[in-house]
């Protein structure tokens, strides 16, 4: 009995100093970090700055401020401003090319209206299209187009795509069991060259692209193969409508819809049709986001505080909108030492000597580096509206389509949406989001024109792709039928279809806002940003964001330089 007792003290002795060592409370902070926006690029930063922190034995405090007071609220009105939570994103190299015009192409878009094909423009929101912010955007965006480093630029975004694409399969290889499960859990299928032996299978780094009602629809999709082989992609093809229903069979009714037999019983596509077999993946941030920010309070433990008061080393604090900055007045360079809220109150720091460092990331909060102080590149917003569509299902039915899942893009006249579908606790969900129009520097509404009217296109792409589900949310056939809006508002009323509309703040060039800030044409000595992102932010961020710390760490690496010169903050049209 006493060996016992004193083998399970010695076991208690060694718990305990393991929990010590891996959480020690009165180790002192090295570091605190103070991150401006909670969507995808906040939690991104918190991730990379706690990694590197481990590397160099430093025990650091990471302060996240929201604007937002959740992430979910109401579906009534508009819902939570932040962008990522309520979208269904993918994962791609050229997601971020899809927002902002080139040149005299914005101009000849803004002329049309956004239920046209290729329109962008929309007329029942006041202010829209004749803001300062917005002139000097399509200013902006005029000059550039004749700008003869487009292509550069282009090309650059692309390979910080594939770097990105890499980042989030390291993120999964390298993670724990806890952060696996987060990403399994949130429908993390990568975008990567497939490491199955297989010939063509789902959820192994390639997906189907569906292309329909766009002619020479073929065209159209070699073009976007011949982009992916430049970067190394050496496995697309286009699909047949038999090699598609081979690899996802729930996609039979849209290649018997959109393809013809020919003379020897083959089905071919007709013109305006194709499908493409691409590199490309997804994530569910709605699902990603409130498990990944558990995940961080939990690795990185807590601290014993000046006042003796045991404090969580990682915070997301909701509510808490950033007005404006606090610079050190006895600083020789310009340094922060806080920030003020919209309720009136301050966070100031109160140990000059902790090493503080502010990271900006506002994603679809337009205009908020200029707001604050910094320079800031022309910017606007792009409203983007998103339907996420929840069936349940019979309990006959349960096993019938609990291994259905897959994601990909469709495409159509002048609308490209992200998309994923899949068994999700016991019901179908279907998430896509897609299609924008020019918004300047307004908050875009559910009940405005542009949202409902794009919600009923989506769902009628839905119904295109995936009758079978729509007629099951309808309880009648729905197959070869236009939806009305009528039909949509009564899903949404049956708490079937959740509508949202919010926006994206983009530069003028398209091109991200990485590094360093600049306030009255000094730079900011412990201040950087990651934002401008537009629909490329869940896709681009990891890469983004080692590329922003790079500009604290200093990198002679010639991509890292160009990178950081296309976006820089200062930057101008000329």
């Not at 990694?51 to 996240?64: E, F, P, R, S």
């Not at 429908?187 to 997906?207: A, M, Q, T, V």
């Not at 490309?280 to 990603?288: E, K, L, M, P, S």
């Amino acid at each position: 009995m006493k060996k016992a007792i004193f083998f399970m003290l010695t076991c208690l002795q060694g718990f305990s100093g393991f929990i010590f060592a891996n959480n020690p409370l009165d180790v002192p902070i090295n570091n605190k970090t103070s991150i401006v926006g909670g969507g995808i690029i906040g939690a991104l930063e918190s991730y990379y700055a706690y990694k590197d922190a481990q590397k160099d034995g430093a025990k650091i405090c990471i302060t996240i401020y929201e604007k937002g007071n959740s992430f979910d609220s109401s579906n009534k009105g508009q819902s939570s401003t932040n962008t990522s939570y309520n979208i269904v994103p993918s994962l791609t190299i050229d997601e971020i090319l899809s927002v902002v015009p080139r040149g005299s192409e914005l101009v000849e878009k803004l002329a049309v209206l956004f239920s046209q094909p290729g329109g962008i423009r929309v007329d029942d929101v006041t202010g829209v299209n004749d803001s300062e912010s917005a002139i000097n955007f399509k200013e902006a965006v005029s000059v550039y187009g004749s700008d003869k480093n487009h292509d550069d630029r282009t090309l650059s975004l692309l390979m910080l795509g594939k770097r990105s694409m890499d980042l989030w399969q390291q993120m999964y290889d390298e993670g724990d069991a806890e952060l696996k499960a987060i990403l399994e859990a949130s429908n993390f299928n990568p975008c990567r060259e497939p490491r199955s032996n297989s010939n063509k299978i789902l959820h192994d780094g390639y997906r189907i692209d569906l292309i329909y009602g766009i002619p020479n629809a073929q065209k159209r999709a070699l073009n976007m193969q011949a982009d992916y082989e430049k970067l190394g992609y050496n496995n697309c093809a286009i699909l047949s409508p038999d090699e598609v229903i081979a690899i996802d069979p729930y996609l039979a009714d849209f290649c018997h819809d959109h393809s013809d037999v020919d003379a020897n019983m083959n089905c071919t596509w007709k013109n305006d049709s194709v499908a493409l077999w691409r590199p490309g993946g997804c994530i569910d941030t709605r699902a990603f986001l409130p498990k990944f920010y558990s995940y961080m309070r939990k690795i990185m433990g807590q601290y014993r505080d000046a006042n003796d008061q045991i404090q969580d080393c990682f915070q997301l604090q909701f509510g808490s909108e950033v007005t404006a900055i606090e610079f050190d007045s006895d600083s020789e360079d310009r340094r922060i030492i806080g920030l003020k809220f919209s309720n009136g109150t301050y966070q100031l720091e109160k140990q000059l000597e902790i090493d503080s460092r502010y990271i900006f990331c506002p994603g679809e909060s337009v205009g908020t580096l200029q707001n604050l102080g910094f320079s800031e590149p022309a910017y606007a917003g792009f409203a983007g509206a998103s339907l996420l569509i929840s069936i349940p299902l019979s309990k006959d039915l349960i096993d019938t389509y609990k291994n259905f899942s897959h994601c990909m893009e469709v495409h159509n006249e002048g609308i490209v949406l992200a998309w994923q579908a899949r068994f999700k606790e016991n019901s179908i969900f279907i998430g896509v989001a897609g299609t924008k129009a020019f918004y300047g520097d307004k908050e875009p509404n559910k009940e405005e024109a542009f949202a409902k009217n794009r919600n009923l296109v989506q769902l009628n792409m839905i119904n295109h792709v995936l009758p079978e589900f729509i007629s099951s949310a309808y309880g009648y056939n729905t197959k070869g039928q236009e939806i009305s809006a009528e039909e949509l508002s009564s899903l949404e009323n049956k708490g079937i279809a959740r509508r949202w509309v919010g926006r994206r703040a983009v530069a003028y060039d398209g091109f991200p806002t990485i590094g360093f800030l600049y306030c009255n044409n000094r730079q900011v000595s412990n201040a950087r940003c990651t934002t401008h992102l537009g629909s490329g932010g869940v896709s681009f961020g990891p890469g983004a964001v080692f590329i922003s710390r790079c500009s604290e760490k200093g990198s002679n690496d010639a991509f890292v330089q160009k990178i950081l010169m296309y976006a820089d903050s200062r930057r101008i049209a000329e």
